[in-house]
């Protein structure tokens, strides 16, 4: 649950920024195209940053 602290803000920061870029950049391609490929962008950096920030190890574990 923790982790989610940081995947919804960043999967949601990609997504803009990554709109935002196709739009400016992109302009011929359909706009519900640019949105797919944004959101995409976005989920996939919400999937690595779940795995790039791990939990904190519990307190009773002993490595």
């Known amino acids: 649950m923790k982790r989610l602290k940081f995947v ?3 999967t949601i920061i990609v997504f ?3 709109l935002r870029t196709l739009n400016k950049d992109f302009s011929e391609v359909a706009e519900h ?3 797919l490929i944004a959101l995409g962008g976005s989920l996939f950096s919400g999937f690595i940053t779940y795995f790039l920030f791990p939990e904190k190890p ?6």
Do not use: H, S
């Open 58 to 63: 519990k307190k009773n574990e002993t490595n």
């Open 8 to 10: 919804i803000p960043i």
């Open 16 to 18: 803009f920024l990554a």
């Open 33 to 35: 195209v640019r949105v």
